[in-house]
């Protein structure tokens, strides 16, 4: 069963929701991913492809990125971007509203479709309503795949340090 707490924010009377069984919120996403829209063809700078983790638990698998690129998991709402050689892995929900983001190839960054919050292509936020950077999840390296824990999500206001090391540093790999 899912715990809400629902309070009225200052964004015109829209409800901010706490959801505190994340998985069940995940697996009610799917709906809004529907809205995403975002085919191959219109990503220029960073393409975006659909995926699918493997394994089981917390930790799903997922292929490394040969090159700078999005890959979206529907089913886990997880993104994995390549930037710079280095990997992130993302909530795919916005921290304002858990809106499902986007990519905006033509502007190189993330942005929320509901109330326009934008982020960099590793998560960091630039301006919009919310407050804070795109949740990221805990990764490692494991050979040719990118190990992502689904139970160790870390808020940038909150975890603070492990947000900012929350990613795989390719270039450190290839010594």
């Not at 394994?55 to 971007?81: H, R």
């Amino acid at each position: 069963m899912v715990e809400e707490d629902v309070t009225e924010s200052d964004c015109g009377g829209c409800a901010i929701r706490a959801v505190v069984a994340r998985r069940e919120f995940l697996r009610h996403a799917g709906i809004a991913l529907a809205a995403l829209g975002v085919l191959a063809s219109r990503a220029r700078a960073l393409p975006v492809t659909f995926v699918r983790g493997d394994g089981g638990g917390a930790d799903k698998a997922y292929a490394l990125p040969a090159g700078d690129g999005v890959a979206i998991d529907k089913d886990e709402s997880v993104i994995i971007a390549r930037v710079d050689k280095k990997v992130y892995a993302f909530s795919l929900a916005c921290p304002h509203q858990n809106t499902a983001i986007r990519w905006e190839a033509g502007d190189h960054r993330f942005q929320c479709p509901k109330h326009k919050s934008r982020y960099r292509p590793d998560g960091t936020f630039i301006e919009g309503r919310a407050t804070r950077g795109l949740d990221r999840f805990a990764v490692r390296g494991e050979g040719d795949r990118v190990m992502v824990n689904l139970d160790l999500l870390y808020r940038e206001d909150e975890n603070r340090a492990e947000w900012t090391s929350a990613f795989l540093d390719l270039a450190q790999r290839e010594k």
